[in-house]
């Protein structure tokens, strides 16, 4: 194959023109110029063509180029001349039976139209002997023609050396003349041509295209790939009635017999054309795009968008028109994928599906993105940013706390000390009662101290507030181990449901308590308050608690969870509520009416993995997921199916909760919580459900439930207000009690 540049058409010369030795380049005559001279004169003799009637012997057919040439500018007669005498004007025509004189070659030149330039490249179907069926320098409709003339030599011009075998060629190339009938309207004559142009099977001819114009889109037996013909789609110049369809010359030209052409172009082939404004069958028309330079159906479902954009309820998402999936339109305005949430849609816009949003599905894990977005929770269906709730207080998933109220307040604290200024308060814990909360202080030049305030009217009869003083504070104070020593390095608050009694646990896992101490619940042996923090030790003058993981307080006891799994208890134990075996119900000061300080619960080992407790008793779920409760039984919250009374209402030691009295162990419990109205909560990990008991609940687990539903699929417990416990829904509410949602409790 020759490589071919110029306008980008590809083509082949078919069978008349070649190069000379070495596969010279073959190029064109001047573009609109003919080999022609000025004027014709004749030494006598007949008249002839290159084709014949030839002249006698002893005589030549010179070609008459200003007299008898035809419109196309070729001569098509001449006069024979005597001794090789063509006067000036003529040039000397050749042929089979015309042979050229001493020194000269006679030479097939090609002749293009005028409106083709040189670097313009013939079509892949060029069949000369098909052009020139009636004689040698005719044309075609197209305007190709051939003239055959002694020359010199048949270098450049488009000109080749006739032949009749490959011994009359340069190295290198072939004699090759059109074969069948295209052959024979040329006399038989040949031409060197370099030989791999014969490469399956010769060069295009009539045997190849079976008509002059192209088969539709591609050549009949040789398909072109990628390429296109010009920069002008062809019209009548090249293809006698159709355009090529789209894709024409191969890579970038037919494998067998392009040519190419150097010479400069003469002018535009098809002046009136438009040119071409893209890759094949581009642009196009609405609703179809462009896609790998073809126009592909665009806009509705699994099609490439239209640009940018796509039909009703559809996104563009990756280059294709979809919907359901997270941030695409909702399928059909309404549906999304699963797990995904159809979201209202906006002025001007269409419902689109969300996820990992506030109030927005979480995120399913074959999204691959997070669950919830910044500051936001998976709370089972829906993202939320209410995280935590104990007593009034709730906490957002950013770690803010906010009062529980018909309009819920952000707690809010001094900018500085002495400030009117004030900054949101940050907890990496909190607790509340009835009209008091403490939290821990979570970033900031004040982390791991705690603040106490009164929620409702400032009140610190018992020191509950540990600021070092007997003045209530509604303003957020710090609580103090001494005069202006604040207590720090503290994770966690505890308190009981009236908020008397407050318990810390610092970094290290020691405990700390201050607040009401009228049943020697502050673990120093002593009935009297404190209003400062105090350190609990585990024996008179003993060291500090430590290794204290969680903590729960009631206004009479309190127990911790230490990191080895094992629970302590200490201060009442008139109804058995430290969970040591013994009790002491008859009023009277004796061993088993106290515990002074920590004591180890028996029959839990070191199993335990949560604890709760209210006035009077107290529960611990363990490592096999059951939960353990003991202490006063009069109301059932024992939760082993049964009541007592009289003399007989306390359980001392640890006993397990049953689905029934005489029934197999409540299994499956994530969570423990109770209230001072003596009942107890739990949650469910299998299904996310909240059972309940003792108090107005009865003797053992009944499933909690709001507006005649049962309540489950819950991810939050806390201890509530009022005996119920609050919860955060799996769509992210939040209740406080049965059937109660905190209203107005937005996320951002």
Not at 495 to 517: F, L, R
Not at 663 to 687: E, I, N, Q, W, Y
Not at 717 to 746: E, R
Request: some cysteine.
């Amino acid at each position: 194959m020759k490589t071919i540049h110029g306008l980008g058409l590809s083509i082949a010369i078919g069978s008349l023109v070649g190069c000379g030795s070495g596969g010279a380049t073959i190029a064109t005559t001047d573009s609109g110029e003919d080999r022609q001279a000025d004027v014709v004169t004749s030494d006598g003799g007949g008249s002839c063509t290159p084709e014949g009637p030839s002249c006698g012997a002893g005589q030549t057919c010179c070609l008459d180029h200003a007299a008898a040439k035809g419109a196309d500018g070729f001569a098509v007669s001449g006069f024979c001349a005597a001794n090789e005498a063509c006067s000036t004007g003529f040039s000397v025509g050749c042929g089979p039976t015309d042979p050229c004189g001493t020194g000269d070659v006679c030479c097939a030149t090609l002749k293009l139209p005028a409106g083709l330039g040189a670097s313009a490249y013939l079509p892949s179907n060029f069949d000369l002997g098909e052009l020139s069926k009636a004689k040698v320098g005719g044309f075609d409709a197209s305007g190709f023609g051939l003239s055959l003339e002694c020359a010199k030599s048949c270098s450049g011009a488009l000109k080749s050396p006739l032949c009749t075998s490959d011994k009359d060629c340069p190295t290198g190339d072939v004699c090759y003349g059109p074969p069948g009938a295209a052959g024979a309207s040329l006399n038989g004559v040949k031409a060197c041509v370099p030989s791999d142009w014969l490469e399956d099977g010769g060069l295009m001819g009539s045997d190849r295209d079976a008509e002059v114009n192209d088969a539709e889109s591609e050549d009949a037996t040789l398909g072109d790939a990628t390429l296109r013909d010009a920069t002008v789609p062809d019209a009548t110049g090249r293809d006698a009635s159709s355009p090529d369809a789209r894709i024409i010359d191969a890579t970038p030209f037919d494998a067998l017999s392009d040519v190419r052409i150097t010479s400069p172009d003469a002018a535009p082939r098809e002046a009136a054309a438009p040119p071409d404004t893209g890759p094949p069958g581009c642009p196009c028309s609405p609703g179809n795009e462009c896609v790998n330079g073809s126009c592909e159906p665009c806009g509705a479902a699994g099609e490439v968008c239209c640009g940018t954009t796509c039909n009703s309820n559809l996104s563009c998402s990756g280059g294709t028109c979809s919907c359901g999936a997270p941030n695409e339109a909702c399928c059909g305005g309404t549906t999304c994928n699963s797990g995904v949430s159809c979201e209202p849609a906006s002025a001007g816009a269409s419902a689109m599906c969300a996820c990992g949003g506030a109030g927005e599905a979480c995120c399913p894990a074959s999204t691959g993105i997070a669950a919830c977005g910044s500051n936001l929770a998976c709370a089972g269906i829906d993202c939320t940013c209410l995280v935590a709730c104990n007593g009034y207080l709730v906490q957002k998933s950013d770690t803010s706390l906010w009062l529980d109220e018909s309009t819920p307040q952000q707690i809010m604290v001094p900018a500085s000390p002495g400030s009117t200024g004030s900054v949101p308060l940050y907890a990496s814990g909190f607790a509340s009662g009835s009209n008091l909360a403490c939290a821990a202080v979570a970033g900031g030049a004040s982390a791991g101290s705690v603040l106490c305030w009164n929620t409702q009217s400032a009140s610190n009869g018992f020191g509950e507030l540990g600021n070092g003083t007997p003045t209530g504070s509604t303003i957020p104070a710090p609580v103090v181990t001494a005069p202006n020593t604040p207590l720090t390095g503290i994770t966690a608050v505890f308190t009981d449901s009236g908020g008397y009694t407050v318990c810390a646990i610092d970094s290290s896992g020691d405990v700390w308590c201050w607040g009401y101490g009228g049943y020697k619940q502050l673990g120093n042996a002593s009935t009297n308050s404190s209003e400062f923090a105090i350190p609990v030790p585990v024996a008179p003058g003993g060291a500090q608690l430590t290794g204290v993981a969680e903590m729960a307080v009631a206004e009479d006891h309190i127990c911790a969870l230490k990191t080895d799994s094992s629970v302590w208890c200490w201060g009442s134990n008139t109804y058995g509520q430290i969970g040591i075996g013994t009790d002491d119900q008859s009023g009277a000061a004796s061993a088993n009416q106290y515990a002074l300080y920590p004591t180890q619960v028996t029959n839990l080992a070191n199993l335990a993995t949560g604890i709760a407790v209210s006035a009077d008793a107290s529960c611990a779920t363990t490592t096999s997921n059951n939960v353990y409760c003991w202490g006063l039984n009069n109301e059932g919250i024992v939760g082993n199916g049964t009541t007592a009374s009289g003399t007989n209402i306390t359980v001392d030691q640890p006993s397990e909760v049953l689905t029934a009295a005489g029934g197999a162990p409540f299994a499956h419990v994530a969570k423990v919580v109770m209230s001072d109205s003596l009942t107890a909560c739990l949650l469910r990990s299998t299904d996310g459900s909240i059972w309940c008991w003792g108090g107005g609940y009865g003797a053992a687990p009944t499933q909690l439930s709001s507006g005649g539903f049962s309540v489950q699929n819950i991810d939050f417990i806390g201890s509530g207000a009022g005996g119920t416990p609050c919860y955060v829904s799996d769509t992210g509410a939040l209740y406080t009690g049965v059937g109660s949602i905190v209203a107005g409790l937005t996320c951002p």
